[in-house]
């Protein structure tokens, strides 16, 4: 039988911290020392590289225009009449884009309809514009994923060329009083998004004149953790008709009730038998077999690939969130539930004592993220051209 990676859940952290608290209760101080070690400081402990994800984003290009503007006309204030209607992008995400008029630059407040969008109090023409009048509509911020992190500078299409990282005040300078129009941007910043809360959008002072490419590496967040194995629904429930078979239903379980949610696929479905609930493997009970749910629906749900057992009716099991470590920053993200444990429970001194220990076992996983080396001479002549080994830290 080949190997297969070493997967930990949230079940397996919970049942952890269990055996250091000698008890069996799934008390919410264990879910929050967990959720607070797994998705705050683990990953702002080093540039994990792990949690490196390609993104690619895909540019708009300009879109020429006439527009008409009334800036005191009643319930029409402030509002921009655009000669032909919006479409594509800039109908789907026109709050993303900005109108130049008259060599200014002004967001958009508010979409009306597909030829009407409003602009804000603070910052707009002033006075009316006639209709006619020539303008220009560019996306200048793009989102970027929920969770990131940080990144490497993006490259363009055309080559190996990274684009600058300028800060957000230089975005604005640049953009207001150096527009520019080009093939390809060469200059960035990251900032809050503007329609989305938590998240960072990407902008660029520099507009692409027609639609182009653009990819990065980015270093991502630990998504949040909601399934622990412990809820009370679905442990009242079993897996429910004929035997799950590997010959005859290979990827599909029937549950008894249907409690199942949307929210399941990518968590892990773990078999126990039809007296206990699946323990992870160091538990007295453990699973027997485990599998990733890829879709959900009423009472069935469907998983990643054909089980290996049979499986009764009757058979308990439990749901959880798998955790995304390498086996190597196991330990570390271990040693951080403990120390978050004692200081919830108000232990100064174990508090101490298993702070050290987690940092210990933070710089040994530091030690052990370093997959391949690379000659300092080798990557120099990549740093002449503008490469660089640091990411952008955007706080």
Not at 86 to 98: C, E, P, Q, S, W
């Amino acid at each position: 039988m080949p190997n297969t990676p070493i997967m930990m859940t949230y079940q397996d952290a919970v049942e952890h911290l269990q055996d250091k608290e000698q008890s069996s209760a799934s008390h919410p101080l264990i879910r929050r020392a967990i959720k607070q070690a797994y998705e705050n400081d683990l990953p702002q402990h080093g540039d994990w590289k792990h949690y490196l994800t390609e993104w690619d984003l895909q540019l708009k290009a300009t879109v020429s225009n006439t527009m008409t503007y009334d800036h005191t006309d009643g319930a029409n204030e402030r509002q921009v009449n655009f000669g032909s209607a919006l479409t594509g992008d800039a109908l789907a995400n026109i709050t993303y884009y900005r109108v130049r008029v008259n060599s200014v630059n002004y967001p958009i407040e508010k979409y009306l309809n597909s030829s009407v969008v409003t602009l804000p109090e603070s910052a707009n023409p002033g006075a009316d514009i006639t209709a006619g009048t020539s303008c220009t509509i560019y996306r200048n911020r793009y989102t970027l994923p929920p969770d990131f992190k940080d990144l490497y500078p993006p490259l363009n299409e055309s080559g190996i060329w990274q684009n600058q990282y300028i800060t957000p005040q230089d975005m604005q300078l640049l953009e207001r009083h150096v527009f520019t129009e080009r093939s390809e941007p060469f200059r960035f910043t990251i900032m809050p998004d503007p329609n989305v809360f938590g998240q960072m959008a990407m902008a660029f002072p520099d507009i692409p004149s027609t639609a182009t490419g653009m990819r990065f590496l980015y270093r991502r967040l630990n998504p949040e953790l909601k399934y622990h194995g412990y809820e009370t629904n679905i442990l009242a429930t079993t897996v429910s008709g004929s035997p799950v078979s590997p010959v005859t239903d290979p990827q599909t379980v029937t549950i008894s009730s249907n409690i199942s949610k949307s929210d399941w696929v990518g968590k892990f479905l773990r078999f126990g038998d039809t007296t206990n609930h699946p323990n992870g493997l160091a538990g007295k009970n453990p699973y027997v077999e485990q599998r990733c749910i890829t879709a959900v629906s009423g009472t069935t749900i469907t998983l990643d690939a054909a089980l290996a057992n049979t499986h009764a009716s009757g058979t308990k099991y439990r749901i959880t969130d798998p955790l995304d470590l390498r086996p190597t920053m196991i330990d570390a993200f271990l040693r951080g539930a403990e120390w978050k444990l004692d200081i919830m429970t108000n232990r100064k001194q174990e508090s101490q004592l298993s702070q050290m220990d987690y940092y210990r076992a933070i710089r040994l996983a530091k030690e052990s993220d370093s997959i391949v080396g690379i000659p300092q001479d080798r990557m120099s002549m990549y740093r002449n051209r503008g490469w660089t080994h640091a990411p952008v830290v955007t706080g």
